[in-house]
């Protein structure tokens, strides 16, 4: 079995990147484990709500591209 995590951004907390690094650890014997994380849309703080659908819709091709390629 494999279990992919797919994530927008990078993880810049360390404590929550060695917590992810521990259970893969664990869970390692029993499961496949993947942590992917996909780059995020760079915005300006302030949208429109075209501008934020925009944002998304590039962000979840990225996403989509990596699920497209597990399933195959």
Known sequence: MLIQIIAVGKL????LV??????AKRLSP???FQMIE???EKAPD???EAEVSIVKER???RILAHVKRARM
């Open 18 to 23: 060695l917590g992810i690094q521990e259970y």
């Open 59 to 61: 962000e979840g091709e």
């Open 30 to 32: 029993y499961i496949k």
């Open 46 to 48: 302030t949208l429109s």
């Open 38 to 40: 996909v780059a995020d």
């Open 12 to 15: 810049k907390e360390k404590y």
